[in-house]
């Protein structure tokens, strides 16, 4: 008998069992009226009949509301039927797209919040969700002001828990919060071989030092692939050029730093560098440098020297950067650096010196060329430390340069809008000038 037939068998017996419930829902009213109503009947047998019959009939209506639950749920849920490697896939594409270009801390939260809707679904999602390795590769360490750094701790733990023995990704954010003497601090030791991400922000230098110790002194770092590092001095902290990492560590740590460098394809650092020496970017695809100042005795020209290795590079964002040195002079030996697979140059809030330095160190070359233009853009040091605007040097810079798109904040100041229209002299190769009233989310977001 095919499906269709079953189903009209299925419908006549449930018309006429709704019939015989209600006969039988009406009966024991009656019942219940006479037995309220007369005192003369023997209660003891007619107790245990009732307590029979009521065992008896609840049993089976308890396994067909079962099964006619599995049933609903086959008819109206196809994704039933999925394989469960496809439905995986289709769960990592929604926790990803929820949780694309936010701050850390928000992205954390939205991405557990997405979780626990998609296994609060029905049993198979759940099922589904808590054995798909790759949704729980995401290892959260966040101190929330408001609320106890246990729930982060819950969400660490079961993480480890259902991640099985994949790569894991690593997001720290503590502010000013000490976490070396937390239980979770020798769990994140013990796991420090699988990571290929990490993504920490912190308030206190020494805190991103003792976190990534073990992961660079592990026994594989080729594993790594990302850092992110965002340094927040605490407020009222003077600001001084630059902060280094290991500035006061034995030689192992900065050597296992260098050797994981070469391994690192994205690089993103906030107000902090590493170690002054380090050479070795062959594998390096994308580098942030965001917030840093540069001292005299750290030049920006040679740490723009240094990328000479990264001959994978293919994006580079430069935001915020200061430096201490002023005008370049004639006799100033050039430090030429070649890029050959750069496709995207970003400049955002940049000062004159910083911006010649670029268009003087970086070769020329077919990538695209992107400046957020704002005051500082307009600002010379002069040699006895006098920050002024200068026109004639913001000429004389952005005539060796090739911008191709130009960004404005709508709030610029007044001389900014102005003097854009010297680009279509200076820069005649611009084809997009775009107004906003925030900066690029993707510069606004370390994770």
Not at 52 to 59: H, L, P, V
Not at 78 to 84: E, G, I, K, N, Y
């Amino acid at each position: 008998m095919d499906t269709l037939a079953k189903l009209q068998d299925w419908e006549e017996l449930d018309a006429q069992l709704e019939d015989i419930v209600s006969a039988y829902y009406r009966t024991c009213h009656i019942l219940e009226r006479m037995i309220t109503d007369s005192s003369s009947v023997d209660a003891a047998p007619l107790e245990r009949r009732m307590g029979d019959r009521y065992t008896r009939f609840i049993r089976p209506l308890s396994h067909s509301f079962a099964s006619i639950a599995r049933s609903r749920n086959n008819l109206r849920t196809p994704l039933h039927r999925m394989p469960t490697e496809i439905l995986g896939r289709i769960f990592e594409f929604v926790v990803d797209t929820d949780t694309r270009y936010m701050p850390m801390n928000v992205a954390i939260q939205t991405m557990y919040l997405s979780l626990h809707r998609l296994m609060g679904v029905c049993s198979v999602w759940r099922n589904v969700a808590q054995n798909h390795f790759p949704l729980w590769t995401l290892i959260p360490v966040v101190h929330f002001n408001t609320r106890s750094l246990s729930v982060t701790e819950t969400w660490f733990s079961r993480s480890l828990e259902r991640s099985g023995a994949i790569s894991l990704r690593l997001a720290v954010s503590v502010g000013s919060l000490d976490i070396n003497n937390l239980p979770i601090k020798e769990k994140l030791v013990s796991q420090a071989h699988r990571f290929r991400s990490i993504n920490i922000c912190a308030s206190s230098l020494s805190t991103i030092e003792s976190i990534l110790k073990p992961i660079l002194t592990a026994p594989a770092p080729k594993f790594l692939r990302e850092i992110s590092l965002c340094y927040e001095p605490p407020q009222g902290h003077s600001a001084q050029a630059p902060y280094y990492l290991f500035s006061s560590v034995t030689y192992p740590v900065l050597s296992a730093f260098e050797v994981a460098l070469g391994f690192v394809g994205i690089l993103r650092l906030k107000s902090v560098l590493p170690p002054p020496y380090s050479r070795c970017y062959s594998n390096l695809v994308e580098l942030r440098l965001q917030d840093i100042r540069f001292g005299i005795n750290t030049c920006f020209e040679q740490f723009l020297g240094t990328l000479s290795s990264a001959t994978q590079l293919q994006s580079l964002d430069l935001i915020s950067v200061l430096t201490s040195i002023t005008h370049h002079h004639a006799d100033d030996k050039r430090i030429m650096v070649r890029l050959p697979l750069l496709k995207h140059l970003y400049l955002e809030n940049l000062d004159l010196n910083i911006l010649e330095s670029v268009f003087l160190t970086i070769e020329p070359g077919q990538y695209y060329t992107s400046l957020m233009m704002t005051q500082r853009c307009l600002l010379s040091v002069s040699l006895i430390g006098v920050i002024q605007d200068d026109l004639n040097r913001f000429r004389q810079v952005f005539k060796s340069s090739k911008i191709y798109t130009l960004l404005l904040k709508e709030h610029s100041p007044s001389s900014v809008p102005d003097v854009c229209t010297s680009f279509s002299v200076v820069c005649p190769q611009l084809t997009h000038s775009l107004l906003t009233d925030k900066p690029l989310v993707i510069n606004a977001s370390l994770l």
